[in-house]
């Protein structure tokens, strides 16, 4: 079982800047990739970025988004510069056992999940 932490979300104005941070605890979390999903009302989930050892983006947020990962500490960064009206959603931290795929399906765990709001 591995479990999963969000926090970072907030409130912004266009143009500004937020991360997110995901803790993994439980056993063997180190071995899964992991990687950020967001979702808007009425909309399936979508990929953002994902990282092993290599990091993986969708193409919205390339440029702006940086997704790393202290293996050490077990936690995951999605640092957002940059942001956009179109960035607002609740996004999610999840892990897969393997190697990258953006189909959320595919991902075993997932944190609650935390709120992104940018105004215009």
């Known amino acids: 079982q591995v479990q999963l932490a969000e926090s970072g979300g907030g409130l912004v104005q266009a143009g500004a800047s937020l991360r997110l941070s995901c803790e993994a605890s439980g056993r063997s979390a180190r071995d899964y990739f992991m990687a950020w999903f967001r979702q808007v009302p009425g909309k399936e989930l979508e990929f953002v970025a994902g990282?092993?050892?290599?990091?993986r983006y969708t193409d919205s947020v390339k440029g702006r988004f940086t997704i790393s990962r202290d293996h050490a500490k077990h936690t995951v960064y999605l640092q957002m510069t940059s942001l956009k009206p179109e960035d607002t959603a609740v996004y999610y931290c999840?892990?897969?056992?393997?190697?990258?795929?953006?189909?959320?399906?595919?991902?075993?765990?997932w944190g609650q999940g935390t709120q992104v709001t940018v105004r215009p």
């Open positions: 999840a892990a897969k056992g393997g190697t990258y795929s953006a189909a959320s399906v595919l991902y075993e765990y």
């Open positions: 990282t092993l050892w290599s990091p």
